[in-house]
């Protein structure tokens, strides 16, 4: 954390919600916001910290759903906002970011020491997260109309500032995600309800082993559950250490998929088994889009590190409008 940083927000954590840190710990979180663990005197929570200009729509979106969601059953703990002392949601700095503070949740973000029961329940808590969103009004047609939305920001702003080997490939790459969405729509299908959008072991709060709490809604959209639920299991199973081809463990994808499967009602649709490979494009080019997203908005310089340069080398390596799922091996017990 820079010092201009806290010069900057602990006066505004003062100001509109009483609270006088007493240390301030930077957060392991993704590149579009920046999250702070503000320890005060007799209380402790969670400041997150958006980019400058970050859409009033995406704040509303997250904030209805997390009120729809903690109105119902939903038995994990979920992010908490806390209003201003004058009743406002949020406040802004002098450059445009958005500051909400949530409440804290006990835990520790990542897969615990036993990862094959971490990845287990991590996917039977985003089964309990889909039956609850279920109640949620949504009103998109399309079974993949988060990603096409992300998919059309990225595509109308300019392409980021990449190293010359990723700039000379850019077009490539976003035009193989275009052909893989629009081949989508034509073997997904399913009801479309809300999703989480960027679920992953850094998103849940473990504690003891077992989830105790999810977060980070920011990405709220409408899509297939079913999709998520895939996209989760190659998250979770993903080698993020790889950048020179992407690699998971094919047992415990199949394990995470299984234990999702078990308690969600009805049967699996079967492309979710029969068209992996096309499953797997399709996650590589939503990772893909939103670290480019990410990238637009000059909050990191895509290279090296979190997986980043797998899935985009998998986008280019798969054959246009083929299946591909080469990385399928069974990586080395952890």
């Excluded at 073997?187 to 959008?197: A, F, L, S």
């Excluded at 590589?284 to 939103?290: F, V």
Aim: proline share 7%.
């Amino acid at each position: 954390m820079l010092p201009n940083d806290v010069e900057t927000l602990v006066p505004l954590l003062d100001r509109h919600w009483g609270l006088r840190p007493a240390g301030m710990q930077v957060l392991s979180s993704g590149h579009t916001n920046r999250s702070f663990l503000v320890r005060c005197a007799s209380d402790t929570v969670v400041l997150r910290v958006s980019w400058p200009g970050k859409p009033i729509e995406q704040a509303h979106r997250e904030a209805a759903i997390l009120s729809a969601l903690g109105a119902g059953p939903f038995p994990h703990a979920l992010a908490k906002r806390r209003p201003t002392l004058s009743g406002q949601p949020e406040t802004q700095t002098g450059d445009g970011r958005r500051l909400h503070v949530f409440e804290h949740i006990a835990g520790q973000p990542g897969l615990p020491e036993d990862r094959d029961a971490g990845v287990l329940d991590a996917m039977r808590t985003l089964a309990r997260l889909h039956a609850a969103m279920e109640s949620i009004p949504a009103n998109a047609a399309s079974p993949v109309d988060w990603l096409q939305r992300r998919f059309s920001r990225v595509a109308a702003r300019p392409a980021p500032m990449l190293a010359a080997t990723l700039s000379a490939a850019y077009d490539t790459v976003i035009d193989r995600i275009r052909a893989a969405l629009a081949d989508a729509t034509g073997w997904i299908w399913g009801p479309v309800h809300w999703v989480h959008g960027d679920y992953h072991a850094g998103n849940l709060l473990y504690r003891d082993g077992r989830v105790n709490g999810v977060i980070d809604f920011d990405d709220v959209g409408q899509g297939s559950h079913w999709l998520e639920a895939a996209f989760a299991a190659f998250a979770l199973s993903r080698d993020a250490s790889r950048d020179d081809a992407f690699v998971f463990d094919k047992r415990r994808w199949d394990a995470g998929a299984q234990a999702y499967a078990t308690l969600r009602h009805g049967t699996a649709p079967p492309w979710l088994r029969n068209r992996r490979g096309a499953l797997l494009t399709l996650f590589c080019a939503e990772q893909t889009l939103i670290h480019l997203e990410a990238a637009q908005h000059e909050l990191w310089t895509p290279g090296p590190g979190i997986g980043f340069l797998a899935g985009w080398r998998h986008l280019l390596a798969i054959a246009p409008g083929r299946d591909s799922c080469t990385n399928n091996a069974r990586l080395p017990h952890d």
